[in-house]
């Protein structure tokens, strides 16, 4: 069986109002050479168009870390977020990266509640498992539940592209290195 993400009571995927999930299995490529790209915010925009303006709070990052507030803007949401889950992959160990973010005042009708997680997880014959899942809760939620082509399937699936791009990219150039 395999992994699978860990979710908060109020965000279980089919009781949340949005979910969205998706995932790629590559050969070549290990959850060590993808980690550093998903760990590291400041590295999203230069993979992931739909990811800009990365910045940490209280002098912390570069890299996340359970419990650091970050912030950055997708899908025209500028977005609050606090790490709450951060273990990086091991031999036998998947990594996990989750957190919860939102945008807008609390109790308003434009308040988005989200919890974003990922599992990074090498698999048999040189192969790696990159799952990333969301849930999200409030009116822009239920809105982008209902929205076609669906926008966070196809920026997650942007984004899961661009990941695994990036880190063949950076394989290639370390591994061209004299």
């Known amino acids: 069986m395999a992994n699978e993400i860990f ?7 089919g009781f949340a109002d949005n979910f969205a999930s998706n995932e790629v299995i590559v050969a070549g490529l290990t959850a060590a050479e993808i980690w550093p790209l998903l760990s590291h915010p400041a590295k999203w925009p230069t993979y992931y168009a739909n990811s800009a303006n990365p910045r940490f709070y209280d002098d912390k990052g570069p890299e996340l870390a359970e419990g650091i507030q970050f912030y950055f803007e997708t ?10 889950e951060y273990v990086p992959p091991t031999a036998g160990q998947p990594g996990r990266v989750a957190w919860h973010g939102w945008a807008g005042e609390e109790g ?57 791009s990036a880190a063949r990219s950076a394989t290639i150039t370390t591994s061209s290195k004299p």
């Open 7 to 13: 979710w908060p009571q109020d965000y279980v995927p």
């Open 108 to 164: 308003s009708l434009e308040r988005l509640d989200v919890h974003h997680a990922w599992l990074i997880e090498d698999l048999s014959e040189g192969r790696v498992r990159i799952l990333t899942q969301e849930t999200q809760n409030g009116k822009p939620a239920k809105t982008l539940a209902t929205t076609r082509p669906n926008p966070m399937i196809n920026g997650h699936q942007e984004w899961l592209d661009g990941l695994v």
């Open 75 to 84: 899908f025209g949401f500028p977005v609050q977020a606090k790490v709450t």
